[in-house]
């Protein structure tokens, strides 16, 4: 069965400083890894994905993700967070290998950043 | 055209009323989805449609009842609904269901009241 961890409910940080958000995954074979975040009462925003190839994804607003097969991990970072970044954000996984299935999303993870 | 749309908005009813909730994109996405999200839960899928056909039904109750009418378009029948139904109702579409590397656009949501 395909399921998403994100151990923390609340990653708090300082505005300037770099952030993570964790995320790790279990899928039988391989998998395509996404992280979306939501604005207060808005819809989730695509801000990434992993689909095969390198590593190290950019995406929007100067977001980027790592996969590492090994440590089945895609873990969402920023080099210098701002006050705007702070919303819900979620990681979502699905198997390469099972087409038209659903995407299994993590429970969520609240970015706090403080000026 | 990237945007998923969605109306209302905002839908206050009583359990004994009718409503539906309206989706709609124009980017050429022949898949659909329902989710229902709780504050702070991540989404929890309740259909899909794939050129315009129901693909998945997550065992939903039958007060809520999807409909397709054609590959820009799909809303949601509400009747008979209860308190706990309460929710923000998610819409989203992505090229198709059966490339799971596609990532999904999402509407603002329509934030349902039941009283």
């Known amino acids: 069965a395909q399921s998403v961890a994100q151990p923390e409910d609340q990653v708090n940080v300082a505005e300037g400083n770099p952030l993570t958000v964790k995320c790790t995954y279990s899928?039988?074979?391989?998998?395509?890894l996404f992280w979306y975040v939501q604005y207060p009462n808005r819809g989730l925003q695509f801000l990434l994905k992993?689909?095969?190839?390198?590593?190290l994804v950019k995406g929007s607003y100067g977001f980027e993700a790592e996969f590492n097969k090994s440590q089945t991990s895609f873990h969402l970072k920023k080099p210098s967070a701002l006050v705007s970044d702070s919303a819900l954000y979620f990681c979502?996984?699905?198997?390469?290998?099972?087409?038209?299935?659903?995407?299994?999303f993590g429970k969520g993870t609240t970015l706090s950043v403080s000026s | 055209d990237t945007e998923v749309t969605q109306t209302p908005k905002h839908l206050v009813m009583g359990m004994t009323n009718k409503k539906s909730l309206k989706c709609e994109q124009h980017?050429?996405?022949?898949?659909m989805y329902w989710y229902k999200q709780k504050a702070k839960k991540p989404p929890e899928l309740m259909f899909v449609?794939?050129?315009?056909?129901?693909?998945i039904n997550e065992s939903v109750p039958s007060r809520f009842s999807p409909e397709c009418p054609n590959s820009s378009l799909l809303n949601l029948h509400l009747h008979a609904l209860q308190p706990e139904d309460s929710a923000l109702y998610l819409c989203a579409s992505s090229p198709t269901l059966a490339q799971n590397y596609n990532e999904q656009f999402f509407g603002p949501g329509t934030r349902l009241t039941v009283l």
């Open positions: 992993y689909i095969t190839g390198d590593n």
């Open positions: 899928v039988s074979g391989n998998p395509y």
């Open positions: 979502a996984v699905r198997d390469m290998g099972q087409a038209g299935t659903a995407l299994i």
């Open positions: 449609y794939s050129y315009e056909k129901l693909s």
């Open positions: 980017m050429g996405h022949r898949a």
